[in-house]
């Protein structure tokens, strides 16, 4: 896990955990409140498989009731959002055990950047 200090322009794709905004080059994605609550557990445990269960736990963890869906679900978005491709994994799977962020697969804006 890193903290960037850089423009958000030097990273091939930037996350901001506090504003849950994704940054690819000149375009910016949001989080929704179930993906942003998944990337923090999977960035607390980078580089280590994390339970569907846990993950399903953490998303139906909304007060307002939102989100509630499939772990499965979220993480494909994630992926789409992080534009995780066969080149260049960033969440992965490790059948059995569950799901993981690839080590040094993102750069992490610090709060207030």
Do not use: N
């Amino acid at each position: 896990m890193r903290a960037v200090t850089g423009t958000r322009r030097e990273a091939q794709v930037m996350v901001s955990l506090d504003r849950g905004e994704v940054w690819i080059r000149d375009e910016d994605s949001y989080l929704t409140p179930g993906e942003l609550r998944i990337l923090r557990m999977l960035k607390r445990r980078e580089g280590r498989p994390v339970p569907a269960e846990i993950l399903a736990a953490q998303v139906c963890d909304d007060p307002a009731g939102y989100g509630c869906a499939s772990p499965k679900h979220h993480i494909s978005s994630l992926r789409r959002k992080l534009r995780h491709s066969e080149e260049r994994p960033v969440i992965a799977t490790r059948r059995g055990l569950g799901y993981y962020l690839v080590e040094g697969s993102l750069s992490f804006s610090e709060e207030g950047d």
